[in-house]
């Protein structure tokens, strides 16, 4: 069993930057492949960032690339997403989420992810 906590949300004017933690119980933590996934207000949720139980892999998406960073400390059982020069469509509440394996991808789909965090509300303003 695995638990995720999530953190670092807030509010932030546009071009600002939030760093978003994930912390995850258990040492089987460090095992996992985690990804951050998103939900704006009245869209559904969908896929930001993934990376690999060893760190050596990450994915994202074609909307956060280049702006955001997902890394891992696996000694603290944590990971993060680190964003830059955030936008107003960046907006949204940002979950964590945790499988053993993806069969050596770092990109899911919602439901191949067996535990997710209660997300964080990233609010960035024009």
């Known amino acids: 069993q695995v638990q995720l906590v999530e953190s670092g949300g807030g509010w932030v004017q546009a071009g600002g930057s939030l760093r978003l933690s994930c912390a995850g119980s258990g040492r089987a933590f460090s095992s996992y492949v985690v990804g951050w996934f998103r939900q704006p207000p009245g869209k559904e949720r969908h896929f930001v960032a993934g990376?690999?139980?060893?760190?050596?892999?990450?994915d994202y998406a074609d909307s956060v690339k280049g702006r955001f960073t997902i890394s891992r400390d696996n000694d603290k059982r944590a990971v993060y997403l680190q964003m830059f020069g955030l936008q107003p469509e960046d907006t949204a509440v940002y979950y964590c989420?945790?499988?053993?394996?993806?069969?050596?991808?770092?990109?899911?789909?919602?439901?191949?992810?067996?535990?997710w965090g209660q997300g964080t509300q990233v609010t960035v303003s024009s």
């Open positions: 989420a945790a499988v053993r394996t993806l069969s050596g991808r770092v990109r899911g789909r919602e439901s191949e992810y067996d535990y």
């Open positions: 990376i690999m139980w060893s760190g050596s892999t990450t």
